[in-house]
Every structure is written in structure tokens, then in C-alpha cells.
């Protein structure tokens, strides 16, 4: 490699901590687009990948219940409910009839509905009929209210736009939901009958089959966009289950309405095909014009999910698997099979929520996200041929992460390079590191405990910058004021890299990823003193002369990523320092050193020789690799084929 190569990659990895595929909760910073380089996941405006996971309900939008008007909806809990499952999407459900359903022969409400009921005449449901020229403006006032709300809880939302369980009971129960219909005849003042044949049912305007039936939903899907085209957090679904191949067409179509109509618009956000029910192929799915599908149990969905292939984004979702039904395993195996997840959950009807059967894929979705967010999930893709229990998401030599759905040990086919090794338990959420690993071929792994198991590796990469000093002090000195022997990167909290026994110092700093929001206690165990620090804020001060003493401190955090610093000096005598973590769904446990990253330049103002830390894991796109580089070749002279820093 040649100097100025090495250069080049030493300031990449030693300026910038970038991962590509790095996932934080929070507002969405761009509408969601095909990942170009990775089809099975979407991107946003910051080119990582985002995997989407989710518990949806069937009143999280329209208010339903056996009365008139429905109970409200706890639409502020719900989005409590998502967050603290570190929950990031959901499917804003839509019901086009006002009463009736197909799963039930009595009484079902659902409110409000989005066209005006102006009269003159009652409707077959008691209420006055409709005008289908007009719109019912606090329909999509509350649209747009919840769709902001979750925005700002960081979930993404998916509209639902029609809804198959509102036309017919086509295999669907013994009710009709048809007389509650705005296009039923007798329901509207404009003449518009969508049961053409008189069969009592509505398919007919879920097909292309009455042209004004078809302008009266282009219109209200005209109005639909008009009221969230700005936001990133959107996407589309054109039905629910809609029935059959006969509506393949009919949502073909609307499919590229979207497209048309946001091709005017200032943003053009993803739009969906979920499964047809009942009658429906998957194929018809994949071979739509939609961004992202959600098929049937056929193929394996259901338990030995195939691996997405990229050929659309696939948001697999229990209620065209089960209806109701998944689990944690489930979970895990789709989200290393390369598909997005999400959970019809029936327990969150009311609030607070069911303590029942659904817990496990509640909790698990969360945890893939974590996992998401941590990895370059960009450059991952499903690779099951290299773990014996057929689960892997991989990136070959850079990192992996095996889904062991039985129990007890097993294999994964490791490309050549030494790796962090990370082991989760689902079942209580619990982490703890390994000791690294040498790949170069199949190796063994056995989980320290019992049941499901899941194993995270990465190429050993430094976790932290560090200085190292030299001095007799009492306390900790201000090591600002202090020139550093020596400075560089460290795998964690070590003091390897010291020169003598007493006398010294060490500055450990960097990034610290926290995985989930909520209070979070630091311990310190050291021999003589040192002081932590996060976002510049000392949380434990562990200052002083003694053995080994433990202290402690507690702070709030977000999810995401935070400022670490860690002070630390040696008089004489023993030395030692270790430091421990405990937070929302995280035991007290070491800090593993995947959660580090360093952050900025460890020799700045130093001088000397830059170090190649290079590395194609995690690697940047070219065309934000070269601008990272002239941004900072502009501070820096060439010399005889050698780096200097400007002083």
C-alpha cells in the first residue's frame, strides 16, 4: 500500500465514524426509497439501510367498536406502547364502510369516514347519506395529526388506503359489510351503486369495473397525498386483503396512480401490494409495480421463512400469515432470512396492553432492531449456508449475525480475520461478550446458556481512542493541560498499552452507542482513581487513592450515540479499571466493545506518523469516501511523499 493510501484510509477511519447501515431511533430525515445496493431494505435521505418492525391494530387510525360512535382509540398510548418496544413502524388501518362486518353478523362501528355525510336521505346505517364530491375534512385532519405524532416518536407509517374486509364476506365470515358502504346505491346521493350485478356485495369497486366508482377513489387518494406529501414517515398500501386475482389489476392500477400523481409532488414515498384474500398469489406481488409487498404463508413465511432475494422489499406480517399468531422465533427467523417484520396485535386494542403469548414477538422485534442499528445492515445479506442452523445474516470477513432457533451448539463457516464475539439470549434480553474468534473455516459455538440463541461477530476493530501519560499525581490531573506520551486506538477499556507499571495515565474517548432510551447507571472499578464522563457531564467520579473501589452514577440517554470520556491515573502498587453498564432491557454487564467507536483524531495536535487503520467493512460509498477526504486534505500539506499536519 502506498503512503498516500494509507493516509487516505487512516483519516477515514480515524476522522469519521461512519457506518452505513447504522440505525437510530428517531424522525425520519427523508422520504423512504429502495436501497440501492441493498433492494431487500429501504433507504432515507442518510444512505443507510432501515429495517422496519412493528405491532399494528385494527382501530389505530378509525375508532371501532359495538357502539355509535365508537370508543377513541388511545392513540398517545400507542405510540408510548411502540417506543418503549423500540417499536419503528406501523400500518395506519382503514375501513370504508361505517357499519357492519364481515366477521359478525352484529353491530360493528368504525369512525370517522373520509367523505361527507350531507344528506338529504338517510344511509342503510341510520346516518345521512354521503356526498362522494365532497371530503370530511376531520378525517384527514386526524390523518395528518397521527401520522406527525409518530414522526416524531421516529415510526414510520404505511396508509392504508382501501380495505377488502369492507366490501364483501367473500371467505370472510357470515356478516356483510356491504349496506355500510358509501357506494352501495342506497348510501349516496350522487347515483353511484358499486354492485353492479346485484349480488348483494361490493368486489365490483375494488375492480376497474365502474369508471366513476374509480374517479371517486383517485380523488380521495388525490386527497390522501395532498395531506401528507411533505412528510418522510409515509408510505402507502393500496388494500387489505382485498379478494382474489379479480383485483389485481384495479390495484396495479392505482399503484401507478401514485407513482403518477407524486411525480408532480415536491416528495414520492414507497407504495404497497399485500396479500390478496382469499384467492391470491404471491406472484402477483412480486411481479407489481409496488416498492414493498407482504405475502401469504406460502413459500414458508410461516415457519422457514426463504431468504428475500431483493426482488422487492418484503415486509412479512403475521396478519397475512396467521392473522393472529408468530412468535420470537418467527421474528428472528425472517429478520435472517433479510425481511422486515411486523405483528398483528390484538393486545393492544385497549390500553394498557395484553402480558400474554405476543410478548415474545414483541420483545423480539425490538431486539432485531437493535441489531439492525448496529450492524452495516447495507452490506448484510441472508446467508444461511454459512451457519448449520440456517440463519445468518452476513457480510463475509467483516461480520455475522446466527439465529440458533433449537438449542445447543453450532457451526459458521468464518472467512479468515479475528472477530468480536457478542452472544444474545431472547429470551430475557440479555448480552454478554465472548472471547474473540479466528476464523478461517467452519468454527464451533456453543451459547452459555439454554434455548433459542443468537451470536453477533465482527471484525475486531478499535473501540476507542486513547492517550496515555506519564506523571506522580495524587488525583487526577487536567490532562487537557498534559502532553500525551503517546496516543491511538484501543479494542476497550485496556491499559496494554501502557509503558510502565506506576506513574501513568490513560484518557480513554469516543462514541458509546446506547440501544434504547431511559435511565442508564455506570459502575467504575479502579485502582487508583478515574472519572467517567458522558456527553461531557461526569456521571461517576471514582476520583482519589485506594484498591480497588467500586463507584457508581445514573444518568438519562436516549437511544443513539453519546459522548464517552474515561479518566484514569496510577500512582504505584496494583493497578486496575473496569467499567460496567445496566439500562432499559440490559442487565448489569460489562460495556461490550461493539457499542464503542472512536471518534475523532487520537493524535491531534501530536504530529507523527498517521496509522493505517483501513478496512473495507463498514466501507463508504466512493462518492462520500472522496468528499470525506478533500474535506480534510484541505488542512493538510504533502511533504516528500509523507503527511504533516498543519500546525
Same mark, same amino acid.
Given at each position: 500500500?502506498?503512503?498516500?493510501?494509507?493516509?487516505?484510509?487512516?483519516?477515514?477511519?480515524?476522522?469519521?465514524?461512519?457506518?452505513?447501515?447504522?440505525?437510530?431511533?428517531?424522525?425520519?430525515?427523508?422520504?423512504?426509497?429502495?436501497?440501492?445496493?441493498?433492494?431487500?431494505?429501504?433507504?432515507?435521505?442518510?444512505?443507510?439501510?432501515?429495517?422496519?418492525?412493528?405491532?399494528?391494530?385494527?382501530?389505530?387510525?378509525?375508532?371501532?367498536?359495538?357502539?355509535?360512535?365508537?370508543?377513541?382509540?388511545?392513540?398517545?398510548?400507542?405510540?408510548?406502547?411502540?417506543?418503549?418496544?423500540?417499536?419503528?413502524?406501523?400500518?395506519?388501518?382503514?375501513?370504508?364502510?361505517?357499519?357492519?362486518?364481515?366477521?359478525?353478523?352484529?353491530?360493528?362501528?368504525?369512525?370517522?369516514?373520509?367523505?361527507?355525510?350531507?344528506?338529504?336521505?338517510?344511509?342503510?346505517?341510520?346516518?345521512?347519506?354521503?356526498?362522494?364530491?365532497?371530503?370530511?375534512?376531520?378525517?384527514?385532519?386526524?390523518?395528518?395529526?397521527?401520522?406527525?405524532?409518530?414522526?416524531?416518536?421516529?415510526?414510520?407509517?404505511?396508509?392504508?388506503?382501501?380495505?377488502?374486509?369492507?366490501?364483501?364476506?367473500?371467505?370472510?365470515?357470515?356478516?356483510?359489510?356491504?349496506?355500510?358502504?358509501?357506494?352501495?346505491?342506497?348510501?349516496?346521493?350522487?347515483?353511484?351503486?358499486?354492485?353492479?350485478?346485484?349480488?348483494?356485495?361490493?368486489?365490483?369497486?375494488?375492480?376497474?369495473?365502474?369508471?366513476?366508482?374509480?374517479?371517486?377513489?383517485?380523488?380521495?387518494?388525490?386527497?390522501?397525498?395532498?395531506?401528507?406529501?411533505?412528510?418522510?414517515?409515509?408510505?402507502?398500501?393500496?388494500?387489505?386483503?382485498?379478494?382474489?386475482?379479480?383485483?389485481?389489476?384495479?390495484?396495479?392500477?392505482?399503484?401507478?396512480?401514485?407513482?403518477?400523481?407524486?411525480?408532480?409532488?415536491?416528495?414520492?414515498?414507497?407504495?404497497?401490494?399485500?396479500?390478496?384474500?382469499?384467492?391470491?398469489?404471491?406472484?402477483?406481488?412480486?411481479?407489481?409495480?409496488?416498492?414493498?409487498?407482504?405475502?401469504?404463508?406460502?413459500?414458508?413465511?410461516?415457519?422457514?421463512?426463504?431468504?428475500?432475494?431483493?426482488?422487492?422489499?418484503?415486509?412479512?406480517?403475521?396478519?397475512?400469515?396467521?392473522?393472529?399468531?408468530?412468535?420470537?422465533?418467527?421474528?428472528?427467523?425472517?429478520?435472517?432470512?433479510?425481511?422486515?417484520?411486523?405483528?398483528?396485535?390484538?393486545?393492544?386494542?385497549?390500553?394498557?396492553?395484553?402480558?400474554?403469548?405476543?410478548?415474545?414477538?414483541?420483545?423480539?422485534?425490538?431486539?432485531?432492531?437493535?441489531?439492525?442499528?448496529?450492524?452495516?445492515?447495507?452490506?448484510?445479506?441472508?446467508?444461511?449456508?454459512?451457519?448449520?442452523?440456517?440463519?445468518?445474516?452476513?457480510?463475509?470477513?467483516?461480520?455475522?449475525?446466527?439465529?440458533?432457533?433449537?438449542?445447543?451448539?453450532?457451526?459458521?463457516?468464518?472467512?479468515?480475520?479475528?472477530?468480536?464475539?457478542?452472544?444474545?439470549?431472547?429470551?430475557? %434480553?440479555?448480552? #454478554?461478550?465472548?472471547?474473540?474468534? =479466528?476464523? &478461517?473455516?467452519?468454527?464451533? @459455538?456453543?451459547?452459555? $446458556?439454554? !434455548? +433459542?440463541?443468537?451470536?453477533?461477530?465482527?471484525?475486531?476493530?478499535?473501540?476507542?481512542?486513547?492517550?496515555?501519560?506519564?506523571?506522580?499525581?495524587?488525583?487526577?490531573?487536567?490532562?487537557?493541560?498534559?502532553?500525551?506520551?503517546?496516543? %491511538?486506538?484501543? #479494542?476497550?477499556?485496556?491499559?496494554? =498499552?501502557? &509503558?510502565?507499571?506506576?506513574? @501513568?495515565?490513560?484518557? $480513554?474517548? !469516543? +462514541?458509546?452507542?446506547?440501544?434504547?432510551?431511559?435511565?442508564?447507571?455506570?459502575?467504575?472499578?479502579?485502582?487508583?482513581?478515574?472519572?467517567?464522563?458522558?456527553?461531557?457531564?461526569?456521571?461517576?467520579?471514582?476520583?482519589?487513592?485506594? %484498591?480497588?473501589?467500586?463507584?457508581?452514577?445514573?444518568?438519562?440517554?436516549?437511544?443513539?450515540?453519546?459522548?464517552?470520556?474515561?479518566?484514569?491515573?496510577?500512582?504505584?502498587?496494583?493497578?486496575?479499571?473496569?467499567?460496567?453498564?445496566?439500562?432499559?432491557?440490559?442487565?448489569?454487564?460489562?460495556?461490550?466493545?461493539?457499542?464503542?467507536?472512536?471518534?475523532?483524531?487520537?493524535?491531534?495536535?501530536?504530529?507523527?506518523?498517521?496509522?493505517?487503520?483501513?478496512?473495507?467493512?463498514?466501507?463508504?460509498?466512493?462518492?462520500?469516501?472522496?468528499?470525506?477526504?478533500?474535506?480534510?486534505?484541505?488542512?493538510?500539506?504533502?511533504?516528500?511523499?509523507?503527511?504533516?499536519?498543519?500546525?
Amino acid at each position: 500500500m502506498t503512503t498516500h493510501h494509507a493516509f487516505f484510509c487512516g483519516i477515514l477511519m480515524s476522522g469519521f465514524t461512519v457506518a452505513a447501515g447504522a440505525q437510530e431511533a428517531g424522525p425520519a430525515k427523508g422520504p423512504l426509497r429502495v436501497h440501492p445496493g441493498n433492494p431487500r431494505y429501504f433507504t432515507d435521505g442518510t444512505g443507510r439501510a432501515v429495517y422496519l418492525t412493528g405491532s399494528h391494530v385494527w382501530e389505530n387510525f378509525q375508532d371501532r367498536g359495538t357502539s355509535s360512535p365508537p370508543p377513541a382509540f388511545d392513540f398517545t398510548a400507542y405510540l408510548d406502547f411502540l417506543r418503549a418496544r423500540n417499536h419503528n413502524f406501523i400500518r395506519l388501518w382503514a375501513w370504508e364502510n361505517a357499519r357492519w362486518a364481515p366477521w359478525t353478523t352484529g353491530d360493528i362501528y368504525f369512525a370517522p369516514m373520509p367523505f361527507a355525510r350531507t344528506g338529504p336521505g338517510n344511509a342503510l346505517d341510520g346516518g345521512p347519506k354521503y356526498d362522494l364530491t365532497k371530503f370530511n375534512q376531520a378525517y384527514f385532519d386526524r390523518l395528518r395529526t397521527r401520522v406527525l405524532a409518530a414522526r416524531d416518536r421516529g415510526v414510520y407509517v404505511s396508509l392504508m388506503l382501501f380495505q377488502g374486509w369492507s366490501i364483501d364476506n367473500n371467505g370472510k365470515g357470515t356478516g356483510n359489510p356491504w349496506p355500510g358502504h358509501p357506494f352501495h346505491g342506497a348510501n349516496n346521493i350522487n347515483g353511484v351503486n358499486g354492485d353492479v350485478n346485484g349480488d348483494g356485495e361490493g368486489e365490483e369497486v375494488h375492480r376497474l369495473a365502474i369508471p366513476a366508482v374509480t374517479a371517486f377513489q383517485e380523488a380521495y387518494v388525490r386527497k390522501v397525498i395532498d395531506t401528507v406529501n411533505d412528510l418522510d414517515n409515509v408510505l402507502y398500501e393500496i388494500s387489505n386483503e382485498s379478494t382474489g386475482p379479480a383485483t389485481t389489476a384495479w390495484q396495479y392500477h392505482m399503484i401507478d396512480y401514485i407513482h403518477a400523481y407524486e411525480a408532480g409532488k415536491p416528495k414520492r414515498h414507497p407504495v404497497g401490494m399485500t396479500f390478496q384474500y382469499p384467492g391470491g398469489s404471491n406472484d402477483d406481488l412480486f411481479n407489481s409495480p409496488a416498492e414493498w409487498i407482504s405475502p401469504n404463508s406460502t413459500g414458508g413465511y410461516r415457519d422457514n421463512p426463504p431468504a428475500a432475494g431483493g426482488q422487492k422489499v418484503i415486509l412479512s406480517d403475521t396478519d397475512h400469515l396467521w392473522g393472529e399468531g408468530g412468535d420470537g422465533t418467527w421474528v428472528w427467523k425472517s429478520f435472517t432470512r433479510g425481511l422486515n417484520v411486523l405483528f398483528m396485535d390484538g393486545g393492544i386494542t385497549t390500553f394498557p396492553p395484553t402480558s400474554d403469548w405476543r410478548e415474545s414477538a414483541r420483545n423480539a422485534m425490538g431486539h432485531t432492531l437493535r441489531y439492525a442499528a448496529r450492524m452495516d445492515l447495507a452490506a448484510m445479506t441472508p446467508r444461511g449456508d454459512l451457519a448449520s442452523t440456517g440463519y445468518a445474516l452476513a457480510n463475509p470477513g467483516c461480520e455475522y449475525l446466527v439465529f440458533q432457533p433449537g438449542s445447543g451448539g453450532f457451526t459458521v463457516n468464518l472467512a479468515a480475520g479475528v472477530y468480536a464475539a457478542e452472544w444474545f439470549n431472547p429470551s430475557d %434480553g440479555s448480552t #454478554g461478550a465472548a472471547p474473540q474468534v =479466528a476464523g &478461517g473455516g467452519p468454527t464451533a @459455538f456453543t451459547p452459555p $446458556f439454554g !434455548g +433459542t440463541a443468537v451470536l453477533y461477530l465482527r471484525t475486531a476493530r478499535p473501540a476507542l481512542n486513547y492517550a496515555y501519560y506519564e506523571g506522580e499525581w495524587s488525583s487526577l490531573p487536567d490532562f487537557a493541560a498534559l502532553r500525551p506520551v503517546k496516543a %491511538g486506538t484501543a #479494542g476497550g477499556i485496556d491499559l496494554s =498499552a501502557r &509503558g510502565r507499571d506506576d506513574f @501513568f495515565g490513560f484518557v $480513554f474517548t !469516543g +462514541t458509546l452507542s446506547v440501544p434504547s432510551g431511559g435511565t442508564w447507571t455506570f459502575f467504575t472499578t479502579s485502582d487508583d482513581g478515574s472519572r467517567l464522563y458522558v456527553d461531557g457531564v461526569p456521571v461517576v467520579d471514582n476520583d482519589g487513592l485506594h %484498591g480497588m473501589q467500586e463507584r457508581s452514577g445514573s444518568v438519562p440517554l436516549s437511544a443513539g450515540p453519546h459522548a464517552f470520556r474515561l479518566e484514569y491515573f496510577e500512582r504505584s502498587g496494583e493497578q486496575g479499571l473496569e467499567v460496567q453498564w445496566q439500562g432499559p432491557g440490559t442487565p448489569r454487564q460489562e460495556i461490550p466493545a461493539s457499542a464503542f467507536s472512536p471518534a475523532g483524531d487520537p493524535a491531534a495536535g501530536l504530529g507523527g506518523e498517521v496509522r493505517d487503520e483501513s478496512s473495507r467493512c463498514g466501507a463508504l460509498g466512493a462518492e462520500l469516501f472522496f468528499a470525506l477526504i478533500l474535506a480534510r486534505v484541505a488542512r493538510w500539506n504533502f511533504r516528500r511523499g509523507t503527511a504533516a499536519r498543519d500546525g
